[in-house]
């Protein structure tokens, strides 16, 4: 199935052809570099913004799939969640797209998106009951995965997503935006980098009780403030030692949350699927690496860095098993 995705969750423009699970082109254009100097995304420029560039990235990805309309099966979109002004271009836009060629419209949940990214690109063969984690800007979100498009939530986010979080901490160090990447390169540039070593060390977040468990980030966060305001004026060693403690307290949370539910679950599970921005991260991809053997579970991440953070190529993924399981 060859179809046309598009997804303007947030601050990129993002549009794909995709044929089945194979990804024909992936154009992303990132807004991220105006929304810097703000500190975070301003959604009026957003709109803006993706409005003046969606029929140039609509353009560019279907000459790079060389594709022509005629040749597409479907249309899809990503309807949600994230900033419900810029997602209303790729909409219209889906809308438009579809009503003047005659194709299928089919709406896709952004989360499930991620959450299906590992499949972009691979044959994977996966058995079910699996679980799905999906750490991005906006959200962490831990599901069950009974089949695709049959979901039940284990954890999720109840106030700060993960990359929101490493985001304002990266922000207090004063390392820019979106600084999840960048605090990373910090982080692991200090010979300090392993948390033993490390002469800070914040609070670890609560996992839940029994029935509920959930990814919280703000109270980290507000420890942090108060550390680094503690240690100012901040050097070169200290912001390392910081970053690298920031990121530790963080993906131990997050760790802890996978692994109470995989240590109280009756069901069987062999794979973890891994999407979202902040999966492009090699310490979190090593701690999960390291839970997997601990559980024997296959852990798969998106097969390309530029699948991990927002992208329409898992959009089009998830719409072709839309259609494939008639979900
Ligand atoms: O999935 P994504 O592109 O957008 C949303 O759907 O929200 O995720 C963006 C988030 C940002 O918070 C960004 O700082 C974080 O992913 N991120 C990273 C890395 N690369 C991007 N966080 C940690 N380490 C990285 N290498």
Not at 150 to 167: C, I, P, S
Request: some cysteine; glycine content about 8%.
């Amino acid at each position: 199935m060859r179809i046309l995705a598009i997804d303007t969750s947030c601050d990129e423009t993002a549009v794909a052809v995709t044929e089945d699970t194979k990804v024909l082109s992936n154009i992303i254009w990132s807004q991220a570099s105006l929304h810097a100097k703000f500190g975070g995304v301003m959604p009026s420029l957003a709109q803006r913004m993706h409005e003046e560039r969606i029929d140039w990235v609509v353009d560019r990805a279907m000459s790079n799939g060389k594709c022509q309309m005629s040749n597409l099966d479907a249309i899809a979109v990503t309807i949600g969640p994230g900033l419900s002004i810029a997602l209303g271009v790729g909409v219209d836009k889906a809308k438009e797209l579809a009503k003047k060629y005659n194709k299928p419209l089919v709406a896709v949940n952004h989360l499930e998106g991620h959450i299906l990214s590992p499949f972009a690109e691979t044959e994977l063969k996966i058995s079910y009951p699996c679980l799905g984690l999906a750490v991005s800007g906006g959200n962490t979100l831990l599901l069950k995965i009974n089949r695709i498009g049959k979901y039940e939530t284990l954890a999720q986010t109840v106030d700060d997503a993960l990359g929101e979080a490493l985001d304002k901490a990266a922000r207090m160090l004063g390392l820019g935006y979106p600084g999840g990447a960048i605090l990373e390169k910090f982080a692991r540039s200090t010979s300090s980098g392993q948390a033993q070593k490390n002469p800070y060390s914040l609070p670890i977040p609560i996992i839940g009780h029994e029935e509920r468990k959930i990814f919280t980030y703000s109270g980290l966060k507000t420890a942090m403030y108060r550390l680094v305001e503690s240690e100012k004026p901040l050097t070169k060693e200290k912001i390392q030692n910081l970053a690298a403690c920031f990121q530790n307290a963080a993906f131990t949370h997050l760790v802890r949350v996978i692994s109470f539910v995989l240590n109280h679950k009756s069901y069987s599970i062999k794979h973890l699927l891994v999407g979202g921005g902040v999966s492009a991260n090699n310490e979190l991809r090593k701690r999960l690496r390291k839970l997997g053997k601990e559980f024997e579970i296959n852990i798969l991440f998106p097969y390309t860095k530029k699948l991990c953070s927002d992208n329409a190529a898992m959009i089009g993924v998830a719409a072709y098993f839309h259609f494939q399981k008639k979900i």
